[in-house]
C-alpha cells in the first residue's frame, strides 16, 4: 500500500484545515490508519487513528474534540479534519498503515505517506 498525504498549509489560529490520505492498493479490513505529526525538535507523536473496517477512532488528548478522523472505503481515503487549531499543532503530519494493535507506536507503523506541512500562526 502506498499512501499520498495532502491538504497542509498556512492557516491563522482558531482556524480549520482538512488533511487527506489516499491510499493505493488494497486496504484489509483489520488495517489501523494514522496520522502522526512531527514539530521541529521533537519526537514523531500520535494524533489519530482509525480503524479501517469498523471505523472505531482514538485521539491524542491534544487533539480531542478539536480534530475527527474518518474514513471513505470507497475513495481508499483517510481525512483528518483539523478545527479550532493552536499554533502547537504546527508540525509535519503524516498518515500511516498497521496491522498492530499497538497503533499509538510509530514504530509500529509499516506504511508512510510523505508529510504534510501544517503551519499555524498566531
Known amino acids: 500500500v502506498q499512501l499520498q498525504a495532502s491538504g497542509g498549509g498556512l492557516v491563522q489560529a482558531g482556524g480549520s484545515l482538512r488533511l487527506s490520505c489516499a491510499a493505493s492498493?488494497?486496504?484489509?479490513?483489520?488495517?489501523?490508519m494514522g496520522w502522526f505529526r512531527q514539530a521541529p525538535g521533537k519526537e514523531r507523536e500520535f494524533v489519530a487513528a482509525?480503524?479501517?473496517?469498523?471505523?472505531?477512532?482514538y485521539y491524542a488528548d491534544s487533539v480531542k474534540g478539536r480534530f475527527t478522523i474518518s474514513r471513505d472505503k470507497g475513495e481508499n481515503t483517510v481525512y483528518l479534519q483539523m478545527n479550532s487549531l493552536k499554533s502547537e499543532d504546527t508540525a509535519v503530519y503524516y498518515c500511516?498503515?498497521?496491522?498492530?494493535?499497538?497503533?499509538?507506536?510509530?514504530?509500529?507503523?509499516?506504511?508512510w505517506g510523505q508529510g504534510t506541512l501544517v503551519t499555524v500562526s498566531s
Open positions: 500511516g498503515r498497521t496491522s498492530s494493535s499497538s497503533f499509538k507506536i510509530w514504530g509500529e507503523y509499516t506504511n
Open positions: 482509525i480503524r479501517w473496517g469498523v471505523g472505531n477512532t
Open positions: 492498493g488494497r486496504v484489509y479490513s483489520s488495517s489501523v
